[in-house]
């Protein structure tokens, strides 16, 4: 990997920055990266930002977020020497491993040392101050110097290349190697090893120090390409902690390089094949993701070049040049050879692989089949005895001549295809015809027994593939791929970058949409105008760029993130729009706009928003000792007065869900000076604030990561609230008690000493003893993990607000010694604490639309095990269909910060939650008690995903659970 000397390196970012300054429009970013090898990368000096270059142009990355701000065609042919990394001083080590096995360390142009070495040099690292430097000799061990006051001690490592020498907070020198295939963190004052990062089996061909000595980048070799074994740089970096060796981003492009597209011939689905080999069949009508074409027995699927949809467009022909051959248990040979592959559409399997359709199988153990040279219709089985061919049987049964003939795998049937229209299949061992297959409009030219099964599949001139039952000779699959589709449609092309397809009206050449695919699976649709329909997780990876500033994708995925706009487009495309799932997208979105109390007139084009940010922003170094930061806060609002204004760490209101009102000042501007606590570790910094009118500002993140002086232990606060027994009889419940007991017991035993725990059981459930529960929560520290279980009754009123069943509460009328929902968040609104989780085993503890309610009654015959006493009816909506509600949940991330934390409902607004004799515990909360004995740690995404899927599947789907709130990035270890 070629260096680019950091003097060039600045020139460039400093034009990159400047252009970008200039440019303060909103633009929506993308995770794509560089296609081709690196040729080099590196750091601007103040370590925010990292610039990298490759054939394809040179790319500007935000450091903190690992966000791909701008791309650039500028050429990169530079090299350079080693320099120590204080340029202001210019030590420099100059070698001659050619003339003789020396090393000489000069100032400037002064002689200060010179080593005798025992090998020839390959290369030289220093540290800041030239006190210590290594030598990495082309046998490749290294050796470390230390050079003090002209007296030379040295280190030697076997089989180790140094990449560099640095000081971590405590002075103690740190050397970075590789060794065995990994990097190696290597404390030289204590002579231990503090971390390894595996995974680099070809070595690295690129490192790089960030100028604070915080981080360093690495750019792992690999083969350029699948055809090749050539070794070279990769196409991406990792970032990593120069201190504990964690990773903290990954620079490679979330979408693979694209290689052909097509379109079915109905125009309902786009097939997509990209560099790696994957193939995804995407369908038009609904936007969604169909198929990821892959076989469990054939991993030559990888290597497709191509694909072809069916003339009735029910198949789909993807071509390989490359297959991966098991070798006798020795692994995979990579070999050069071409395959088809055919699959079913509507269900994305596999139906047969067509392998070199020139040649057949005419040879098995010590028998041959060919034509006859006398008679061409005609063919025999001959058997080899001494070297000498004999006619063994004679397959006699054509009218016209034989065009191809081959023998099954094992050896046991014959197949002859003939210019009399017919394909017969033969009995090799005894010359008996079993099967005269017809139907063919061309003759077929080519048979092979099917790779999948031990069906027939054979090729005619008309480019017809017919695959047979034999055992039944039944015609299971006609396949024309003779596309005669007229050219008045659309046209689809994959980008001049190779990252994503656009699909274009051919009459005008108008854009239409552009489709990504992200890691093979997560799909998005890009409209010209910025709406788009994406995926979750597709949604999450995209932010916005304001200048050199990044904004998260949940701000403006209110108002961009619109499935009903995108498949209004794609049901154009496909030429049938299903004018009834768009409306029903259109008022998913609606209500989430409801529900979040978002006013709209904000999207109108040209509209005034006020605008809030750090003023002292530039002066706020990234890396922090200090546990406290001081930030200069301004905002204004040139034609409203502003109602409020709010700081968020991590996400988590910093002054509760409410924030600091302003309302009674009655300004249109906000100057004032706020401390804020730290978290440990990485900190997004966000502001805004309200105008009177509801509109928000844009919050433009500010990162900061805070390493403590002294190690922080986090401390778990466990709040626990039982309740079997109830005032009001009839109401008893068996294990909600026992949930909070073994919850505790598990907890305690994974934290220790690092736990506290405080319960309330039964009579001690009222609505006074809970709310005090608040004046002990805020005096945590902003480090301390806190998690509110809460198993029992749930309720909801007449009019379907929801509340937790307390000691006291009237069944009939909730709101009466109720515990309202709101006052059980309200608990963990406004603490210290940024890592909050709120449980509910409870029924109904999932939302309740209102809206699409059309009945509550009380249980008739109560039955024993269900934590509530009211049955949900919602309105019908059109058969299979779900409602606005539940599509605003699987469409959209819930982005209402709220509190900052997340909860978990163990089941549905218009659900039951269980509770069972057989697992002795809530199944809500037997999943999550199963996930503390089986996981040693999981964090909070990973705890919702396996809980949720446990608890459907005990019970039938009957009980699902959801989430009420979450975090997006604020992902944290539960335990």
Known sequence: ???????????????????????????????????????????????????????????????????????????????????????????????????????????????????????????????????????????????????????????????????????????????????????????????????????????????????????????????????????????????????????IHSFFPSVDELRHTSVSENQKYLSIVSHTGKSQVLDLSTGKLAHVLDTEFAVSSEFAVSSEFSSDSRYLLTKSDMRLIEDAGMGYELIMKESQWIWNVSNGSLISILEDSKRGNNEFENFELSVSYKDSKTAIIWKIEDGLANPYKKLIGHSDQIIFTTLSPDGKMAVTTSRDGTVKVWDAYKGELLHTLKGYSSNATFAQFNKVNQDLLTLSEDKTQKIWALSTKKLLHSIQFENKRKKNGIANEISSDGSFIIIRDVKTGKQLVKQFVFNNKEVLWLLPSGYYFATKKAASKLYYIKGLQTIGFEQLDVKYNRPDKVLEVLGGIAGSKDTTMIKAYKKAWQKRIKKLGIDTTSFKLGFSIPESDFYNRDKIAYEQNNSELKLHIKALDSTYLLDRFNLWINEVPVYGSKGISVRNKKTNSIDTTLVVKLSKGKNKIETSVLNVNGIESYRLPLYINYTPKENIKEKLYFVGIGIDLYKEEGHDLNYSVKDIRDLSAQLKEKYGNQIEIDTLFNQNVTIKNILALKKRLTNLTVDDKVIISFSGHGLLSKDLDYYLGTYNVNFNSPEQNGLPYDDLEYLLDGIPSRKKLLLIDACHSGEVDKDEVEAIANVENEIEGLKGTIVVKSKNPKMGMKNSFELMKELFHNIDRATGATIISAAAGTQFAQERGDLKNGVFTYCILNQLIEKETITVSELKQLVSEQVKEITNGLQQPTSRNETIENDWKVW
């Open 1 to 247: 990997m070629k260096r680019v000397p950091k003097q060039i390196y600045a020139a460039i970012l400093l034009c990159l920055v400047s252009f970008m300054v200039v440019s303060q429009e909103l633009k929506l970013g993308l995770p794509l990266g560089h296609k081709y090898p690196l040729a080099s990368f590196n750091f601007s000096t103040d370590s925010k930002f990292i610039i990298s270059s490759s054939s394809d142009g040179v790319k500007l990355w935000e450091s903190s977020t690992g966000y791909l701000l701008n791309s650039f065609d500028v050429g990169n042919d530079i090299n350079t020497d080693e320099f120590s990394p204080d340029e202001a001083k210019a030590y420099a080590v100059i070698t001659n491993s050619k003339r003789k096995k020396s090393t000489e360390l000069l100032y400037s142009d002064k002689l200060i040392n010179s080593f005798k070495l025992n090998d020839k040099v390959e290369s030289v690292v220093l540290n800041t101050n030239a006190e210590l430097f290594a030598v990495n000799f082309y046998n490749g061990d290294s050796q470390i110097f230390i050079n003090i006051k002209r007296k030379v001690e040295s280190i030697s490592f076997q089989q180790s290349k140094t990449l560099a020498i640095l000081k971590n907070s405590l002075n103690e020198d740190i050397i970075l190697q590789m060794k065995n295939k990994s990097i190696i963190g290597y404390n030289l004052n204590t002579k231990k090893t503090i971390y390894s990062i595996p995974g680099f089996y070809d070595g690295e061909c690129g490192f790089t120090i960030s100028p604070n000595h915080k981080y360093f980048l690495v750019n792992a070799c690999t083969s350029f390409s699948q055809y090749s074994a050539n070794i070279g740089a990769s196409n991406g970096f990792n970032m990593y902690d120069v201190t504990t060796g964690k990773p």
